[in-house]
């Protein structure tokens, strides 16, 4: 049985500042002491031990900030600055707006800013975030679904007071994890077990970008029809995870993460029917992966279209095309030089990259990395990806051909997907909307041995 005490209430943190955080209010805040801030820009600095807000007219000495509107409906303020897709290779920053209440706590040199809000408005902002609010609107339904799945098993794994104490879940919350050994570093990155708020705004979590990016009707709608409703494994809220393109075949829970099998995160081929006979399975046989990578074989998410790319893709994930199928050139000093800022380790000239375990999905969780100097094994999936690159690899499914002579030679990796591919893909997801696939075929494919049921 799950039961919710009601839609919860939750704490987002947008950005940590060493700097005065500057603020637009779009209509009169007040503060609990009852002094109010009219509409406009301020400024918010650490005063000893409390806070001083000043804007054109005013000067007010707080000892706490927590900003609520008094017109909750039209009532947002912005904020300068905030960093998003943080070490992707779309790291960019933004003003950005938002809607509920605005807490700002005092950190070691610096200012926390974090956003309360009720979890149905933190989700039409999201599935708006992670993919556009023009998305067909069953693939919006499905989305609202698996990412309130997602942030309510996280909740319940907290301890949230919206939750029983019995409730938590199984969910992985703590980042990095894993082992360091003199020949081999393997290690994952789970949602970080935040203190003084719930999920952080970026994709460590999930997009959470305010009323910034643009809503329709459709996100209203997918959220109201779909209330309250989650993935559900038997007495448990579904850890439901998504990523943008799974390369044609969705990976395991453990591929990316602690070694524990989760049911309903386990391999799909990301396609109507079987998986196509001309490819030989399974994928963690390197042979096979090499010919599933090295081809581009029909799927849901194996898609060029402009037109549906520009209805389902934020603007800056539409910079992305090659997502299905990718390359990356590295000269060998180059990568040399790459694994050495990333890892801190010099490895020499860079002679092979060996992959030595692989998923599911062709992604690879084990790699070893042999150089003039030294030789070492790495994982998992994500680690792979931050090493080989100075942003992020797109995924960890990839092959290796190095070419050129000893000592003048280059490795060109041919890659699959964008993201470590366990749960739901988005961009396969919206693929089946389009073709008028509804919310709840969309579930079933991505996530086989869940339910959905109404948590409030």
Same mark, same amino acid.
């Given at each position: 049985?799950?039961?919710?005490?009601?839609?919860?209430?939750?704490?987002?943190?947008?950005?940590?500042?060493?700097? @005065?955080?500057?603020?637009?209010?779009?209509?009169?805040?007040?503060? @609990?002491?009852?002094?109010?801030?009219?509409?406009?820009?301020?400024?918010? #600095?650490?005063?000893?031990?409390?806070?001083?807000?000043?804007? *054109?007219?005013?000067?007010?000495?707080?000892?706490?900030?927590?900003?609520? @509107?008094?017109?909750?409906?039209? !009532?947002?303020?912005?904020?300068?600055?905030?960093?998003?897709?943080?070490?992707?290779?779309?790291?960019?920053?933004?003003?950005?707006?938002?809607?509920?209440? &605005?807490?700002?706590?005092?950190?070691?040199?610096?200012?926390?800013?974090?956003?309360?809000?009720?979890?149905?408005?933190?989700?039409?902002?999201?599935?708006?975030?992670?993919?556009?609010?023009?998305?067909?609107?069953?693939?919006?339904?499905?989305?609202?679904?698996?990412?309130?799945?997602?942030? &309510?098993?996280?909740?319940?794994?907290?301890?949230?007071?919206?939750?029983?104490?019995?409730?938590?879940?199984?969910?992985?919350?703590?980042?990095?994890?894993?082992?360091?050994?003199?020949?081999?570093?393997?290690?994952?990155?789970?949602?970080?077990?935040?203190?003084?708020? #719930?999920?952080?705004? #970026?994709?460590?979590?999930?997009?959470?970008?305010?009323?910034?990016?643009?809503?329709?009707?459709?996100?209203? #709608?997918?959220?109201?029809?779909?209330?309250?409703?989650?993935?559900?494994?038997?007495?448990?809220?579904?850890?439901?995870? $998504?990523?943008?393109?799974?390369?044609?075949?969705?990976?395991? $829970?453990?591929?990316?993460? /602690?070694?524990?099998?989760?049911? $309903?995160?386990?391999?799909?081929?990301?396609?109507?029917?079987?998986?196509?006979?001309?490819?030989?399975?399974?994928?963690?046989?390197?042979?096979?992966?090499? %010919?599933?990578?090295?081809?581009? @074989?029909? %799927?849901?998410?194996?898609?060029?279209?402009?037109?549906?790319?520009?209805?389902?893709?934020?603007?800056? /994930?539409?910079?992305?095309?090659?997502? $299905? +199928?990718?390359?990356?050139?590295?000269?060998?000093?180059?990568?040399?030089?790459?694994?050495?800022?990333? &890892?801190?380790?010099?490895?020499?000239?860079?002679?092979?990259?060996?992959?030595?375990?692989?998923?599911?999905? !062709?992604?690879?969780?084990?790699?070893?990395?042999?150089?003039?100097?030294?030789?070492?094994?790495?994982?998992?999936?994500?680690?792979? +990806? +931050?090493?080989?690159?100075?942003?992020?690899?797109?995924?960890? =499914?990839?092959?290796?051909?190095?070419?050129?002579?000893?000592?003048?030679?280059?490795?060109?990796?041919?890659? %699959?997907?964008?993201?470590?591919?366990?749960?739901?893909?988005?961009?396969? %997801? =919206?693929?089946? =909307? !389009?073709? !008028?696939?509804?919310?709840?075929?969309?579930? *079933?494919?991505?996530?086989?041995?869940? *339910?959905?049921?109404?948590?409030?």
């Amino acid at each position: 049985m799950i039961s919710i005490k009601g839609e919860p209430l939750i704490r987002v943190g947008l950005m940590t500042s060493n700097e @005065p955080v500057i603020i637009t209010l779009s209509h009169r805040f007040h503060l @609990p002491s009852g002094q109010s801030l009219e509409g406009g820009e301020y400024n918010i #600095d650490r005063q000893g031990a409390g806070f001083r807000i000043s804007g *054109s007219n005013t000067a007010i000495e707080s000892a706490a900030i927590n900003l609520i @509107p008094d017109d909750p409906v039209d !009532g947002c303020f912005s904020i300068a600055g905030i960093t998003i897709g943080i070490e992707f290779h779309w790291q960019r920053r933004e003003v950005q707006s938002f809607k509920g209440a &605005l807490c700002i706590l005092a950190t070691e040199g610096g200012l926390r800013v974090i956003n309360e809000i009720p979890v149905e408005s933190y989700l039409a902002s999201v599935i708006s975030s992670e993919m556009s609010a023009t998305c067909p609107p069953e693939l919006l339904r499905a989305h609202a679904i698996v990412s309130r799945s997602w942030l &309510l098993s996280q909740l319940a794994a907290a301890g949230h007071p919206s939750f029983p104490p019995s409730a938590g879940t199984s969910s992985e919350t703590t980042a990095p994890t894993g082992k360091a050994l003199n020949d081999e570093l393997i290690r994952w990155y789970g949602r970080e077990a935040h203190t003084t708020f #719930d999920v952080c705004a #970026d994709d460590h979590c999930q997009r959470y970008q305010g009323i910034t990016k643009a809503f329709s009707q459709s996100v209203f #709608d997918a959220v109201k029809e779909t209330r309250g409703k989650i993935l559900a494994f038997g007495s448990e809220i579904c850890d439901a995870r $998504y990523s943008k393109c799974c390369g044609g075949m969705t990976e395991r $829970y453990s591929a990316a993460w /602690d070694e524990k099998e989760v049911p $309903y995160l386990s391999p799909v081929y990301d396609g109507p029917a079987a998986a196509p006979t001309e490819f030989r399975f399974p994928l963690d046989d390197e042979a096979n992966a090499l %010919a599933w990578i090295k081809a581009a @074989p029909p %799927a849901f998410c194996n898609t060029r279209s402009r037109e549906l790319l520009v209805k389902i893709l934020p603007g800056f /994930d539409q910079e992305t095309t090659d997502f $299905y +199928r990718w390359q990356m050139v590295y000269e060998a000093d180059e990568l040399t030089e790459i694994l050495k800022g990333r &890892l801190g380790v010099d490895f020499g000239e860079i002679r092979e990259l060996t992959a030595v375990e692989r998923g599911a999905s !062709g992604r690879i969780i084990k790699l070893k990395i042999t150089g003039k100097s030294r030789t070492l094994v790495i994982g998992k999936e994500l680690e792979i +990806r +931050r090493a080989l690159s100075r942003s992020h690899l797109y995924s960890s =499914a990839f092959v290796v051909d190095r070419e050129g002579r000893p000592g003048q030679h280059r490795f060109k990796l041919t890659g %699959a997907g964008w993201g470590h591919g366990v749960g739901l893909c988005q961009i396969g %997801a =919206a693929v089946m =909307a !389009g073709r !008028g696939y509804s919310h709840q075929d969309i579930l *079933s494919h991505y996530f086989k041995e869940a *339910s959905v049921l109404t948590a409030y």
